[in-house]
């Protein structure tokens, strides 16, 4: 009976992963799977947090010197699609001046991640949202 299990399990596994492939870019799929700055800091220098309309819940949060961001991290409880583009503004971010930063877009986020499918694009737009809100809280 355990064979059975594993056997259909694996199946199952290869089913998922055959759909996500067809969904998504290669970008995509290793940005979820393996995020970058996925953590949730308390000693950062500004944070945004967003609730989106789909329900995913996106936080961002940076360390600033001299109006750069020198680290930032994210945490969300959404989709993999909204890992994705969590963990790929962390690195878009990380370097750049806070009025770069600013001028970032949900394309320019879509773009690098090689696009998303139509009905994940609200995902793209809750970072940059996220983003611009944590930016917004240290300009105050």
Request: glycine share 6%; net charge positive; charged share 30%.
């Given at each position: 009976?355990?064979?059975?299990?594993?056997?259909?399990?694996?199946n199952?596994?290869?089913?998922i992963?055959?759909?996500?492939e067809?969904?998504?870019?290669?970008?995509?799929?290793?940005?979820?799977?393996?995020p970058?700055?996925?953590?949730?800091?308390?000693n950062?220098?500004?944070?945004?947090?967003?609730?989106?309309?789909?329900?995913?819940?996106?936080?961002?949060?940076?360390?600033?010197?001299?109006?750069?961001?020198i680290?930032a991290?994210?945490?969300?409880?959404g989709?993999?699609?909204?890992?994705?583009?969590?963990?790929?503004?962390?690195?878009?971010?990380?370097?750049?001046?806070?009025?770069?930063?600013?001028?970032?877009?949900?394309?320019?986020?879509?773009e690098?991640?090689?696009?998303?499918?139509?009905?994940?694009?609200?995902?793209?737009?809750l970072?940059?949202?996220?983003?611009?809100?944590?930016?917004?809280?240290?300009k105050?």
């Amino acid at each position: 009976m355990k064979n059975d299990l594993d056997k259909f399990l694996k199946n199952l596994q290869q089913k998922i992963e055959y759909e996500e492939e067809k969904s998504y870019s290669k970008i995509v799929i290793n940005e979820y799977r393996n995020p970058n700055n996925f953590r949730d800091i308390k000693n950062s220098d500004t944070s945004g947090k967003i609730k989106g309309p789909c329900g995913d819940t996106m936080k961002i949060s940076l360390k600033i010197d001299n109006n750069k961001i020198i680290d930032a991290f994210f945490w969300t409880d959404g989709c993999g699609a909204t890992i994705a583009c969590g963990s790929m503004i962390t690195k878009l971010v990380k370097g750049a001046s806070l009025d770069k930063a600013k001028k970032l877009t949900s394309e320019n986020l879509t773009e690098s991640l090689l696009g998303l499918p139509e009905e994940h694009l609200h995902c793209s737009k809750l970072v940059i949202n996220t983003l611009k809100k944590a930016i917004k809280n240290y300009k105050k």
